[in-house]
DNA sequence: CTGAGATAGTGATAAAATTAACAGGTGAGC
DNA sequence: GCTCACCTGTTAATTTTATCACTATCTCAG
């Protein structure tokens, strides 16, 4: 980004739809876009696309718009993909099995290299290609696999020791699927998804459709 | 809320949260608690504590602060918690399974009556309790259940003609978690949870943990 | 019953995010 | 090559969101 200028969260959480985007328009055969079309597919306007992308470079020309693959490119490099992150998930039951399925279809990007959970009946068990272990045994693994990234989806009960684990094993960053707001570490990034908050936002709205 | 005060959508996101710390601390036995303690449990600083809640009525009382379970009870009630939602999901794939496991087991509030897929092997068999039925038939059964909500776990090439049936069938609010912008209803809410998005802006900050 | 201490409510202020406006390149059509 | 509609980068204005600072009120100990 230009001049280490601190950008907002509110900006990161938009690029990633940007990618979806120009991914969709790739896979249709489109050379450039404007963001005034942009605007009308992904329903931000055309003044936030151009000063959103801006933080980061003039990807786009005057008269033309911009080209479909290179920004595609651009945003990879600013999130940083292109290169192959590693993931453990801590808890193998129904929703660490989807995530791990989401994972192993979604992209090469990320590849999960191990499941983890504590019932006997689980370990030892391959699901999507990937071996359940047992959690006893995830400190040793982290620390001989140095995984990037480690998911949690047990129960909440279980999730702030298996969050002290992974940091303490070394991974880059958190995914976190349990209904808590967990203790981390400054340094390593933690993206959250509190499926019941999401939930209970949606309900808001179905009983004050005028808020919408 | 006062004077149909329009409230944003910052505050209504910040609600479930505080309503999963009022839980934590009911089990905890807490009776009391101020907005400074509250801020210290969950980071929002108090101010924005007390904004927040006096948009809707003066829960505290000075001196005092808030009584936990009636800020509790007030807070479900804006929310439109305290009666069943009735829900459907369409895909019963892996994440399919993991939503209405998740759901089965979080609150009576929510209740999943049916599942549907299009795969012969998955249609009639149960699910936490709840039957797979053909794709087919959601329209038929959509009128003549009116259930709630409609959740969306399909791929995402079929996750439009699904919502567009669920709008069809008279659902109230639609949770999406396919990795698309679903073309909805103005008068409809619909949450999305994209992973994909959520996975990228993780990779965002590993990448540039200066910027967390 | 009283007064010190605590704490919510609230209007003002500041900060952040979004949208609007526009100067000035760009390139397609002629 | 000219011209004009197009479209970006960028600055300015506006809107939204968060914080601050202060006042009124309540609690609770004595």
Known sequence: MRQNEKISPAVIRRLPRYLRALEDLENSKAERISSGELSKLIGYTASQIR????????????????????????IEKILGLGTQYRMVIVGSGRLGQAINSFISSYSDDFRVISLFDVKEDLIGKEKSGVLIRDVACLEEYLRENKPDIGVITVTKEHAQEACDKLIAGGVRGIWNFAPIDLEGSPDIPMENVHLSDNLHSLVYYINHPEQI
Do not use: P, R, T
Request: aromatic fraction near 16%; charge should be negative; charged fraction near 20%.
């Open 51 to 74: 000063q959103d992308l801006n933080h980061f470079g003039g990807f786009g020309q005057q008269g033309y718009g911009y080209n479909v693959k290179d920004l595609k490119a651009e």
